[in-house]
């Protein structure tokens, strides 16, 4: 676990924030533009800060009734496997069940699949997904 220093902050990433997370593990970057507008339709997010850094961040998207979807959790490299991603995930979580949300998903990657069923989620049918258009998204 990471020391003192670790703060999870409701709150949504900035563009910037959200930019640099996604560059520090070799994600795809998205334009700034559909950065903000990405994040402005979020329905709840957490960073994780340490000592004034930002480290890591997920956010939920969805119809904030019946369905949520944990998207874009991240944490740079350097504090990867030190906890900061089950507190972002935990809180996450916790925010969804709060409003009753019936339906909570994860998207992840397969390699964190393990992860995830880690924290209690369970492999349920398959998420299908068209080719991305732009090879920016």
Not at 28 to 49: D, I
Not at 119 to 136: A, E, I, M, N
Request: proline residues 3%.
């Amino acid at each position: 676990m990471i020391g003192q220093g670790l703060v999870a902050q409701d709150r949504i990433a900035s563009a910037e924030e959200y930019r640099a997370l996604r560059s520090s593990v070799g994600w795809t970057v998205p334009e700034s533009a559909k950065s903000e507008a990405a994040l402005a339709r979020s329905l709840f997010g957490v960073v994780a800060v340490c000592d004034d850094k930002t480290i890591g961040m997920g956010r939920v998207i969805g119809d904030n009734e019946l369905y949520a979807t944990i998207v874009d959790v991240v944490v740079a490299q350097q504090f990867q496997r030190l906890g900061a991603g089950r507190k972002i995930v935990e809180r996450l979580v916790e925010w969804a069940r709060g409003r009753e949300i019936v339906h909570l998903g994860v998207v992840a990657d397969d390699a964190v699949v393990g992860y995830y069923t880690n924290l209690t989620f369970q492999p349920s049918g398959h998420y299908l997904r068209l080719p991305p258009v732009d090879s920016r998204r």
